[in-house]
């Protein structure tokens, strides 16, 4: 069976994004070095992406090219009247039948890249076995939580820890 990995980037107090969604924060965080956190590995490991509506429209909001083209793209949203995108597949319906139905096709790890309301439904489900989170040195004064409004309380197990020297610090979970 295939997983689905977390893989994202906190502040210090949990928030993933600005009230507005924009996470241009992360690019004020020191990184001389040029470090990419694992990115490209990580990147290289998953075949498939699933993300909020929201996050989507953030990163087509970023006016590059869609950043996951080689991958299988699925936006989660309850909006019924969306537009077919190119490298995407939207799941208007059902979300959690069938993203049960994709971890058992055969294939690479899954990335849920966010937002909070995609992370919830997909925690509360049962459905995420592992949580990479990077938690920057910075403290927002207000935003968008790593896990929406009503998450159920769930056990984690630490399986990995890594510091960086611009002060990110790394944490890999298992979930459950």
């Known amino acids: 069976m295939r997983k689905i990995k977390l893989y994202i980037a906190v502040s210090l107090n949990g928030k993933i994004a600005r009230p507005d969604g924009s996470v241009d924060w992360l690019e004020s965080i020191p990184n ?4 990419d956190y694992g990115y490209g590995e990580f990147l290289n490991s998953v075949d498939t992406t699933i993300q909020g509506y929201n996050t989507y429209k953030q990163v087509i909001d970023w006016g590059i090219d869609f950043p996951y083209k080689g991958k299988k793209n699925y936006v989660l ?35 849920l890249i966010g937002g909070s309301q995609a992370n919830t439904l997909i925690l509360n489900a049962g459905l995420l076995d592992e949580i990479i989170v990077f938690v920057m040195p910075i403290i927002l004064s207000g935003g968008i939580e790593l896990f929406d409004a009503y998450p159920k309380e769930t056990k984690l197990e630490l399986i990995g820890t890594k510091s960086y020297s611009s002060g990110v610090v790394e944490l890999n979970y298992k979930v459950g």
């Open 32 to 35: 001389p070095e040029k470090i």
């Open 77 to 111: 949203t309850k909006q019924q009247n969306v537009v077919s995108a190119e490298f995407v597949e939207f799941i208007t319906e059902n979300q959690t039948d069938f993203i049960k139905r994709l971890k058992e096709e055969n294939g690479g790890n899954i990335w």
